[in-house]
């Protein structure tokens, strides 16, 4: 069994300021075409302009751009991810996967639970209850069943991968739920992923994510 840590891979390549300064201004285009403005386009404006489109409450326009992630997370967060029905998804399957070949080390892999320290006794609870599920799951392979019919053994905390593509309007719904926690603090594995592609983000996408502030977890 292999224990890791949740993570998160933004597809496009943001880092390069030629893509977003062409996401900036396929928004600016697009949202100046509302007010037949397209005449005040310069080199500069593109900021501003699409600031004063969120702040104004016109994030309509933020539909016209997408961005996809991949989330290596533990199943119990990607039931929560695909909840977003504004999306595209790519996971995974459980079905398909048969942990027991070459490929997957012959072992399951779970996602280790930032709540739980290391040599605690509910450390060790978990950890048993992972090997535990894991001999279950192999048990069952060499009982003959498929791995759709094995997977009922295996645990919320299994990794997955999956991959969510989102308008950027939804991305900022997605995160102020699942980061800045406007309903309610989100569940700490979720913002253990979230936080930190919020802060990526508004790193390099700053005018689309820029009042989106984290939600205090401790």
């Known amino acids: 069994m292999k224990i890791v840590k949740p993570s998160f891979e933004v597809f496009e390549d943001l880092t390069n300021p030629v893509f977003t300064a062409t996401v900036m201004r396929k ?4 949202g100046r075409t509302c007010y037949k403005s397209e005449e005040n386009i310069t ?13 104004n409450g016109h994030e309509a ?4 751009a997408s961005l996809t992630v991949k989330f290596i997370v533990d199943r119990g967060v990607s039931h929560e991810l695909v909840r977003h029905r504004m999306a595209s998804f790519a996971q995974e399957s459980t079905r398909y996967c048969n942990y027991s070949k070459e490929k997957f080390g012959q072992e399951i892999t779970v996602i280790k639970p930032l709540y739980l320290k290391e040599g605690t006794d509910a450390y060790g609870v978990w950890k048993i209850a992972m ?10 392979l060499d ?29 900022r719904h997605v995160l102020k739920l699942r980061a800045a926690g ?10 253990e992923v979230m936080v930190p592609l919020l802060e990526y983000l ?8 820029f009042d989106i502030e984290v939600a205090d977890n401790g």
């Not at 080199?43 to 600031?51: H, I, L, Q």
């Not at 603090?185 to 913002?191: I, R, Y």
């Not at 508004?202 to 994510?209: A, G, H, M």
């Open 43 to 55: 080199d500069e404006s593109a900021s501003r302009f699409v600031r004063n489109l969120i702040i």
């Open 61 to 64: 326009m933020l539909e016209h």
């Open 182 to 191: 406007t309903t309610g603090k989100p569940h700490p594995q979720m913002a």
């Open 27 to 30: 928004l600016e285009m697009i």
């Open 131 to 140: 090997i535990e599920a894991e001999h279950a799951y192999f048990d069952l």
């Open 143 to 171: 009982d003959n069943c498929t791995p759709q019919q094995a997977r009922c053994v295996l645990p919320n905390s299994l990794k997955t991968e999956i991959w969510m593509t989102a308008n950027l309007r939804e991305w």
């Open 202 to 209: 508004k790193k390099y996408l700053p005018d689309v994510f």
